[in-house]
């Protein structure tokens, strides 16, 4: 090592940080041929933003500071904008971070768009704004984190229609992998390649301590192989809901007599750290007899909430947005305080207080048995709440935290179609 950096001069000792070819490690580089999507999957600290960074510079970096290089209009999407700013642009691997200083690009807060001296520039755009991408054109798009993103469908469907500039636009994806339709869609069609590595792979830039605990800890559990081994997994083994069965049971409208009905599963605690609070909208179609009756999933506006206020507000929207007849709000963590906050924040929300006795698979099994009737369906795609649906077995849950959103369509379906036509809930409720 010594002999080969006395050969070099001034200038290459300088150039050579900043030459990703050198250091990247394999799963790193792009490969060869004419694909237009290649997605990075790994473990979390596999070095999956450092590659997307790099693979921007190489597409935006001509031989000179000033000169043009393959790609001029790049878009950037990130679960967030924030995420996106944070983790894409101004993170340690980060585009800016990864640019020698005479071709790092200029960030323009006011704009959210990275400009390079050689002209060419990239736009932040955002999971949750899907509608922003219609307009704008680019001939090259890193996507980071696809499989996290809240509308992935909806969002990846408008980025396509926009790379359309350039003989070839590409696209990389860096992700961690979770089993959802729009991340297995990609994987399975032919101009896509595939570079994998688990954790790790990049253990040269990691804490020795972090890898020692996560693997002690999760090891190859499902978590563990997802998070660290960078699987892309199927449903869990004897899940109570399979993906196939969701994808038969959506529809695209709602019948505007349903009756809808909110339930909510409050975190335990209420700060930056707490479990998500779970809140499902369920319209029930109450036709015919009632074991007859049929639901339809409206919404999973589940929220990460700082304060009980927060999630409190949520549910409340939620509850007018859909124009809603009661809400359910399971109690047991937090006891009369869940309604005297809802008190608070609306008095006019219709609320019953639920509280559970038995397991949380017990009580998902029946609501599943719902599903497998064929009596119950999901208006769209609502993937965050379906992967939580397939990592509830008979065995409990396999998705290591909380499945809140589950939680609160169990509670929505129990209430709308488990019990139909009771006056008093409650104290039947607390049998399940």
């Not at 001034?10 to 041929?33: I, K, R, T, V």
Request: aromatic content about 6%; overall charge neutral.
């Amino acid at each position: 090592m010594d002999a080969f950096l006395k050969g070099l001069s001034d200038e290459a000792l300088a150039a050579l940080p900043y030459l990703f070819e050198f250091w990247a490690l394999a799963h790193q580089l792009p490969p060869d041929g004419e694909w237009t999507s290649w997605v990075v999957l790994g473990g979390r600290g596999a070095g999956k933003t450092r590659a997307g960074a790099e693979w921007v510079r190489a597409m935006v970096e001509g031989p000179t500071a000033g000169a043009p290089g393959q790609a001029r209009r790049l878009a950037l999407v990130g679960e967030t904008y924030d995420q996106a700013l944070a983790v894409m642009v101004k993170g340690e691997s980060g585009i800016i971070a990864c640019s020698p200083p005479d071709r790092a690009p200029r960030w323009i807060a006011g704009e959210r768009r990275l400009e390079w001296p050689n002209g060419a520039e990239a736009r932040l755009y955002s999971a949750h704004d899907p509608e922003a991408l219609r307009g704008p054109q680019f001939d090259a798009a890193w996507a980071d984190e696809l499989a996290k993103w809240p509308k992935g469908q909806e969002t990846w469907d408008m980025l396509q229609f926009c790379l359309r500039l350039g003989d070839h636009p590409r696209q990389v994806v860096t992700t961690t992998p979770r089993n959802v339709a729009v991340l297995k869609s990609l994987l399975q069609r032919n101009s896509t390649v595939v570079t994998q590595a688990a954790t790790e792979a990049n253990r040269a830039n990691l804490a020795p301590s972090f890898l020692r605990e996560v693997r002690a800890r999760y090891g190859k559990s499902r978590l563990g192989r997802q998070e660290l081994d960078g699987e892309l997994l199927e449903d869990a083994q004897d899940a109570l809901w399979t993906r196939s069965m969701l994808d038969g049971l959506r529809v695209d409208h709602v019948p505007t007599d349903a009756r809808v009905i909110i339930a909510v599963d409050p975190p335990v605690t209420g700060h930056a750290r707490s479990d998500a609070c779970g809140i499902v909208a369920v319209a029930i179609e109450e036709n015919g007899p009632a074991h007859e009756w049929r639901a339809i999933v409206l919404e999973d506006a589940s929220i990460k909430a700082a304060s009980p206020m927060a999630w409190a507000e949520a549910a409340a929207a939620a509850y007018h947005r859909h124009g809603a007849s009661r809400m359910v709000a399971e109690v047991n963590q937090g006891g009369d305080m869940v309604g005297l906050i809802m008190r608070q924040v609306d008095p006019h929300v219709n609320l019953r207080p639920v509280r559970a006795v038995k397991g949380k698979a017990a009580r998902a099994e029946p609501v599943a048995a719902l599903y497998e009737q064929g009596r119950v369906r999901h208006l769209g795609c609502l993937p965050m709440l379906e992967d939580e649906m397939c990592l509830m077995t008979l065995r409990g849950y396999e998705g290591g935290r909380s499945p809140d959103r589950l939680d609160a369509l169990v509670w929505a379906l129990t209430d709308g179609l488990l019990r139909p036509g009771m006056r008093t809930l409650s104290p039947q409720i607390r049998a399940i």
